[in-house]
């Protein structure tokens, strides 16, 4: 049989490229094509760099989260000048072990976006997703020459960001390169910056923020975004990576759907036509992942070539949602165990439980 197998990453645990890997070792006797996915978030520039073979990776050192150093990387095209910048590199969940968003800057990835542009940059998508921040940006403004004042003139750092207390939002040292350059902001990710929906009551608990402090959090946030001159609290996205999305909407980016320029890049939708199987999956696929994640989008994608699709997750609330020709849903954790083994072993067990399901279908074939 002919298989797509196109899984999303398992955060902490696995990329997309090695959840790929651990579904293609049970696939033997297969034809088999892997296909790198991300909306945005967590593996966004590896599947650009594996679609794009005349890409190069740039590695760097940068001030991360806290201040302190860590090397990162983007990805670069010199025929086209073009920037891919995934903010998890160097502003990544993944990078600490705890949780802090009323310290953690995205300063890094703005320096990672400065680098960028001194090489020449005409086209810069960043991939929103996996932020250890509810900064709004200011960090990676600041990277970018932008100044923060609070209400007594004294300028405020990116580290901690203390965003709560911007009053003034000064921008003559802004690098004039950055503004001849075309944004993109890559995410499957509409909240916006503030409200029930927004970065700090969604997000902000996610990354360490105690629910009592969700409302001043929230004020603090607001504060801040009225020290622009434009409002673009409300534009989709602005609230992804902690409000990321916002800072770059002040620089002119348009937003885009991060699936879907993977599923360009790839070749995805021609592959689909001949296949028989689609195998897609993530760490969790549950309610939320019906609005907009990855694995749902893929299955709508196959179910319109006929080709049915299994979905295989850490975890699952859902058995199947038959609407767009999921067959099945497998939780790949086969027994017993606590969260931080069946993280540590992921690759075994996504393996093990493939082979559960296709010896089943092999054997009905």
């Known amino acids: 049989m002919r298989i797509v197998v196109a899984m999303d990453s398992f ?6 490229v090695e959840a790929n890997r651990a579904v293609c070792r049970a696939l033997a006797g297969h034809d088999v094509i892997e296909v790198p996915i991300s909306d945005g978030g967590e593996g966004f520039l590896d599947a650009w760099l594996l679609t794009h073979p005349h890409a190069e990776t740039i590695t760097q050192d940068v001030m991360s989260l806290d201040g302190t150093m860590r090397q990162a990387r983007y990805g670069w095209l010199e025929l086209t000048r073009e920037a891919v910048i995934e903010v998890a590199e160097a502003s990544g969940l993944t990078l600490v072990d705890t949780l802090d968003p009323w310290r953690y800057s995205s300063y890094g990835t703005g320096l ?13 998508t960043v991939g929103l997703g996996g932020s250890a921040t509810v900064d709004g940006g200011k960090g990676l403004l600041e990277a970018l020459g932008v100044r923060f004042f609070d209400e007594f003139g004294q300028i405020i750092g990116p580290f901690p960001h203390q965003l709560e207390h911007v009053a003034q939002v000064d921008w003559t040292g802004f690098l004039p390169e950055a503004s001849q350059v075309e944004w993109r902001i890559a995410s499957d990710v509409t909240n916006p910056l503030l409200g ?19 409302v001043s959090y929230e004020k603090g946030l607001s504060s801040y975004a009225r020290c622009f001159e434009s409002d673009m609290t409300e534009r989709p996205g602005a609230g992804a990576a902690g409000g990321i999305g916002f800072a770059l909407y002040q620089l002119g980016a348009v937003y885009v759907s991060g699936i879907e320029d993977v599923v360009r890049w790839s070749n995805l939708e021609e592959t689909l036509r001949t296949a028989d199987w689609l195998i897609t999956g993530e760490g969790r696929f549950d309610e939320q992942s019906l609005h907009g994640k990855a694995p749902y989008g893929l299955a709508r994608l196959a179910h319109a070539y006929d080709v049915p699709t299994l979905v295989f997750a850490g975890q699952s ?16 954790v086969s027994r017993v165990m606590t969260l931080e083994e069946a993280m540590q072993q992921a690759a075994p067990l996504l393996t093990d439980a493939v082979s559960r399901a296709f010896r089943l279908i092999d054997k009905d074939a």
Do not use: Y
């Open 11 to 16: 955060k902490g645990s696995l990329t997309s």
């Open 112 to 124: 990672q976006i400065r680098h960028a542009l001194e090489r020449g940059a005409k086209r810069i």
């Open 196 to 214: 029930p929906m927004g970065a700090a009551a969604v997000f902000g608990p996610q990354k360490g923020l105690a629910k009592q402090d969700v």
């Open 317 to 332: 609330e859902l058995i199947a949602v038959p609407d767009v020709g999921i067959q099945a849903v497998f939780p790949i």
